[in-house]
């Protein structure tokens, strides 16, 4: 069975940065597809952070630059580092996977099928 858990969430002043983790059990990263999304209030879920499995990135244009996605694949887990966060950025974000192939770049929330709870961020002074 997959688990992932995310943590790492809290509140956060504008321009301030927070990490966070997601951690992963239960299948082989490296045939993996991972990526970030959040959901703000009232909206649609949507992708931030994109890794694939030979680890190329890529971000959604609103948190290009001031985000990074990595993994660290001996301890399982994947981060998101947000710096110069801004109130807008303030959502449930969400770690999500799926199997892939090299040549895959999944992109839209329905092609990932496991998901963690989310982790609240709210970024306000």
């Known amino acids: 069975e997959v688990q992932l858990v995310e943590s790492g969430g809290g509140l956060v002043q504008p321009g301030g940065s927070l990490t966070l983790s997601c951690t992963a059990a239960g299948y082989t990263r490296s045939a993996y597809c991972m990526a970030w999304f959040r959901q703000a209030p009232g909206m649609e879920r949507k992708g931030v952070a994109f890794i694939a499995r030979g680890g190329d990135r890529d971000y959604a244009d609103s948190v290009r630059g001031r985000f990074t996605i990595s993994q660290d694949s001996a301890k399982g887990t994947l981060y998101l580092q947000m710096n110069s966060l801004k109130p807008e950025d303030t959502a449930i974000y969400y770690c999500?996977?799926?199997?892939?192939?090299?040549?895959?770049?999944?992109?839209?929330?329905?092609?990932?099928?496991?998901w963690g709870q989310g982790t609240q961020v709210t970024v306000s002074s």
């Open positions: 999500a996977g799926v199997e892939c192939e090299d040549w895959s770049r999944p992109r839209a929330t329905y092609a990932y099928t496991d």
